[in-house]
């Protein structure tokens, strides 16, 4: 059975520090990617996928970047927080060529 | 873009009373799949019902929806609140494209509270 982890579980980080979360996707080869925020109040919203190794496309741009250094792992990064990063962020696979997405538990971020 | 509405943010029930979430959507793409996700507290999202079949009713775990072309629709259905059916249910689109983006679009979110 395929399982996927998110860490940290939640996080609170001052404004202008760095960021690093984490997904890793265990028992399935290949699987495309993805990250997704949901800032308090708001909608769910793509924010990356992979569907390689190596190679990561920004959807939305929230002065974040990610990438994907093996097949089953996806990170998610920046230099310096903004307080609007605040909020839930959650990792998702999908076999190629299939809809439906798998989710991660999530990691909530407050920036402070 | 594609996009979701789900007009309820908050909805509450007795136990034993019947479900029902709104969902609409909008999008160009004739082949969009919809979903319900469920999401428990600190618990994963995990899908609970998909559908790109027009009038084709479908179901798991009790619930049902039924996806209307017609009317860019794909309401949740339960015919009795159970107390273990609070949570928080997305409804989302995705636009059935190739080429390996499968992005989903979700609406803002149902908390649906059931109470004794």
């Known amino acids: 059975a395929q399982t996927i982890h998110q860490w940290p579980v939640a996080e609170i980080k001052a404004v202008g520090s760095p960021l690093s979360l984490g997904c890793t996707i265990k028992?399935?080869?290949?699987?495309?990617l993805y990250w997704y925020w949901q800032a308090t109040g708001g909608t769910l919203q793509q924010l990356f996928y992979?569907?390689?190794?190596?190679?990561v496309e920004s959807v939305v741009q929230l002065n974040l970047s990610a990438s994907r250094p093996k097949d089953d792992q996806f990170i998610l990064s920046t230099e310096k927080l903004l307080l609007s990063h605040s909020g839930f962020y959650l990792c998702a696979w999908s076999q190629l060529g299939q809809d439906t997405q798998y989710f991660g538990p999530g990691t909530r971020l407050l920036v402070l | 873009g594609d996009s979701v509405t789900q007009k309820e943010g908050l909805v509450t029930l007795t136990e034993g009373l019947p479900v029902m979430l709104n969902c609409t959507y909008q999008?160009?793409?004739?082949?969009?799949?919809l979903f319900w996700y469920v999401h428990y507290l600190n618990e994963s999202p995990r899908l609970l019902l998909k559908s790109s079949t027009d009038n084709k009713r479908t179901e798991h775990q009790g619930f049902h929806a039924t996806l209307h072309k017609s009317s860019s629709s794909f309401h949740l259905q339960k015919s009795s609140a159970q107390l273990s059916d609070s949570a928080l249910y997305y409804c989302?689109?995705?636009?059935?494209?190739?080429?390996?983006?499968?992005?989903?679009?979700f609406g803002q979110g149902t908390v649906l509270s059931v109470i004794p």
């Open positions: 999008t160009i793409y004739s082949n969009a799949f």
């Open positions: 992979s569907i390689t190794v190596g190679q």
């Open positions: 989302a689109l995705s636009d059935g494209a190739t080429g390996g983006n499968n992005k989903l679009t």
């Open positions: 028992g399935k080869s290949s699987p495309n």
